[in-house]
């Protein structure tokens, strides 16, 4: 069994900057690929961020500059720096994971966390 763990989320205001961490344990070969995933109340799922093993990394066009995302394989964990917070920024982060780059960034990846809420406010 695959279990992913988010944490680091919280309210913050315009301007600030958060750290997200996702855990990764279980029964997953070491070679697979992570991704970061939001939703805001109201709207769909949205890709953030992904990251391979060797740490090549993809962003989305809304956050780049804003965003980096890093992994420690020997942690098994995947952060996610944020920076300049907007309120749009605002929802749920959720961490995927899947052998397969497609799936962590379309977002059928097949192992994913409960997420961690994120807050900005004006």
């Known amino acids: 069994q695959v279990k992913l763990v988010e944490s680091g989320g919280g309210s913050v205001q315009a301007g600030g900057s958060l750290t997200l961490s996702c855990r990764v344990s279980?029964?997953?070969?070491?070679?697979?690929?992570t991704g970061w995933f939001r939703q805001a109340p109201g709207k769909e799922r949205e890709w953030v961020a992904a990251i391979d093993r060797s740490g090549s990394t993809s962003y989305a066009d809304s956050v780049t500059d804003r965003v980096t995302v890093s992994r420690d394989n020997f942690k098994h964990t995947m952060y996610l720096q944020m920076g300049s917070l907007k309120p749009e920024d605002t929802g749920m982060y959720y961490c995927?994971?899947?052998?397969?780059?497609?799936?962590?960034?379309?977002?059928?990846?097949?192992?994913w966390g409960q997420g961690t809420q994120v807050t900005v406010s004006s």
């Open positions: 279980g029964y997953i070969d070491d070679d697979y690929q």
């Open positions: 995927a994971a899947d052998y397969w780059w497609d799936a962590v960034v379309d977002g059928s990846a097949r192992f």
